[in-house]
């Protein structure tokens, strides 16, 4: 009953901030990722057994699956970057948190996340100053510049900002 009591009370905010668009993006990033290895894999084992039956057929591989999949798998690993702050489940090293008590341990988190606060800042400056320059590049075997891979930079530091302040925010009303 108090789920449901917690759940109306939500700001419009809190509401936004709830919905998973970074795990929904990542796992659209997933399956495409799934899906284009998938297509390499057969290609190539078509080629193969068209060789191997003497088959004279000419037939490439497609060349584009190769980059199609690192592009994937680098907005995949970026855009799950802020859902991960959200819940707080980056790799901590909690070794001193048995020692200290409850109240101090949410004060050096809440000090350590500021400072994280700054380096996303700084991060995702240097990520837009990145995907303009990525404007003026294109890769090898894909029909649009290289702005659209290093946008996922961009993105995911803007929703592990968002997260982040959230979080922080959190942590003050959390402090006895």
């Given at each position: 009953?108090?789920?449901?009591?917690?759940?109306?009370?939500?700001?419009?905010?809190?509401?936004?901030?709830?919905?998973?668009?970074?795990i929904?993006?990542?796992?659209?990033?997933?399956?495409?990722?799934?899906?284009?290895?998938?297509?390499?894999?057969?290609?190539?084992?078509?080629?193969?057994?068209?060789?191997?039956?003497?088959?004279?057929?000419?037939?490439?591989?497609?060349?584009?699956?190769?980059?199609?999949?690192?592009?994937?798998?680098?907005?995949?690993?970026?855009?799950?970057?802020?859902a991960?702050?959200?819940?707080?489940?980056?790799?901590?090293?909690?070794?001193?948190s048995?020692?200290?008590?409850?109240?101090?341990?949410?004060?050096?988190?809440?000090?350590?996340?500021?400072?994280?606060?700054?380096?996303?800042i700084?991060?995702?400056?240097?990520?837009?100053?990145?995907?303009?320059k990525?404007?003026?590049?294109?890769?090898?075997?894909?029909?649009?510049?290289?702005m659209w891979?290093?946008?996922?930079?961009?993105?995911?530091?803007?929703?592990?900002?968002?997260?982040?302040?959230?979080?922080?925010?959190?942590s003050?009303?959390?402090?006895?």
């Amino acid at each position: 009953m108090d789920d449901i009591k917690t759940k109306t009370n939500e700001s419009f905010i809190e509401k936004i901030l709830n919905i998973p668009v970074e795990i929904t993006l990542g796992a659209i990033f997933f399956i495409s990722l799934f899906f284009i290895v998938l297509l390499q894999i057969f290609s190539r084992e078509l080629i193969y057994l068209i060789h191997f039956l003497n088959i004279p057929i000419k037939i490439a591989s497609p060349v584009w699956t190769e980059e199609a999949a690192r592009w994937s798998w680098v907005w995949l690993v970026f855009i799950t970057l802020g859902a991960l702050e959200k819940g707080g489940t980056h790799l901590k090293v909690v070794f001193f948190s048995a020692m200290l008590s409850e109240r101090t341990m949410k004060i050096i988190n809440i000090v350590l996340d500021i400072l994280y606060l700054f380096i996303i800042i700084f991060l995702l400056r240097l990520s837009i100053l990145q995907t303009i320059k990525g404007a003026g590049m294109t890769p090898v075997t894909l029909p649009f510049s290289d702005m659209w891979l290093y946008l996922s930079l961009t993105i995911a530091f803007i929703f592990a900002l968002i997260r982040l302040v959230c979080r922080i925010i959190d942590s003050f009303k959390t402090i006895k």
